[in-house]
């Protein structure tokens, strides 16, 4: 199924994992080129098995759909 991307998120042109259809859907304002927010579909998969496994470790698998969930 298509994505559906609101219209009114900020422009992006850059590779990036939140960047969907010329959109950023993570930011509410783009801050410029070097966007310190920046990360390649691999990096962000990486921090988010990353976050899911120290929540494992520290017993709080609870919080895993919250923040080490896909997105
Ligand atoms: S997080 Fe930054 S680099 Fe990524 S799409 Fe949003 S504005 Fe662009």
Known sequence: MDEIIRDD??????ECFANKKGRCIALKNVIDELCPFYKTEQQAADSRHKAEKRLWDIGREDLIEKYGGEI
């Open 9 to 14: 998120l900020p422009i992006c042109t850059a």
